[in-house]
């Protein structure tokens, strides 16, 4: 394959420039854009976002855990985001080139950091990419998520996740809860019009949370804060839900 490049995202080409995901997916729109306006305002607290230069999903984004959205004590350290290649894009190298971009705009800090799953999840980053780079496995929490660094400095703190996100608990006890930010653009159209229309149709209450602050974020039931389901107060999937995936992961009681 071609040698391609890597473009930054900025406030100043953001406008004109794609965001990777939901390119085609008219009915995510509203949710595209409004993810386009969270860029924005992270940009300015040193998120970074980087991409091949083609209409793909091939990017990674990237900032300093303390601006993060996810509820870890991870001082000095970058924290992974979001690290997506697809399609025909995979097995081409893209994936470690994006990542040396992070590992270049690391240094001097502590280290780095990143959120996965025990094993392969929707939505999630792949630990094994994550292992043959050298990351360690530092904290884990309730039911299937994991906390992995690759340490730059001896003496380095160990970063670990919030004891609030360990157990998988909510504090809406009664029906179907629901948690989301517009760091993806997929969250408000698959929030407010799919899993309403779905949760209504089988009778189901459903309780819509926006977590649109960092404080809300970092204070999060779950280390996944872009999307997450309760169910009775229990954490269900941080797969996106539609019709097609609701009866896969709820039951009602």
Excluded at 144 to 165: G, M, Q, R, T, V
Excluded at 166 to 183: F, I, P, R
Aim: charged residues 30%; glycine residues 6%.
């Amino acid at each position: 394959m071609e040698t391609l490049t890597i473009k930054q995202l900025t406030e100043e080409n953001i406008a004109e420039e794609h965001i990777c995901c939901a390119i085609s997916d008219k009915k995510s729109t509203e949710g595209y854009n409004a993810k386009k306006e969270w860029l924005k305002k992270q940009f300015k607290e040193g998120h970074v976002f980087k991409k091949l230069d083609v209409r793909g999903k091939v990017f990674i984004e990237y900032v300093p855990a303390e601006k993060g959205w996810v509820p870890i004590d991870a001082p000095n350290y970058m924290l992974i985001n979001c690290f997506w290649v697809s399609g025909k894009y995979k097995n081409h190298g893209h994936g470690k080139a994006l990542y040396q971009e992070c590992l270049q705009d690391a240094k001097g800090m502590n280290g780095i950091v990143v959120v996965v799953a025990n094993k392969k999840q929707p939505f999630m980053s792949e630990k094994k990419f994550f292992k043959k780079q050298g990351f360690e496995l530092c904290d884990t929490a309730a039911p299937y998520f994991e906390l992995w660094y690759k340490p730059f400095k001896k003496n380095a703190s160990i970063p670990k996740f919030k004891d609030i996100a360990k157990k998988g608990v909510c504090d809406v006890k009664d029906g179907l809860s629901v948690y989301y930010t517009n760091a993806c653009p997929f969250t408000e159209y698959y929030t407010h019009v799919e899993l309403k229309r779905v949760a209504e149709s089988k009778g189901i209450k459903l309780q819509i949370t926006k977590l649109d602050t960092r404080e809300k974020a970092q204070n999060h039931f779950v280390p996944h804060t872009i999307y997450n389901i309760f169910y009775n107060g229990k954490f269900v999937t941080q797969h996106i839900l539609n019709e097609k995936y609701f009866d896969r992961f709820i039951t009602p009681q």
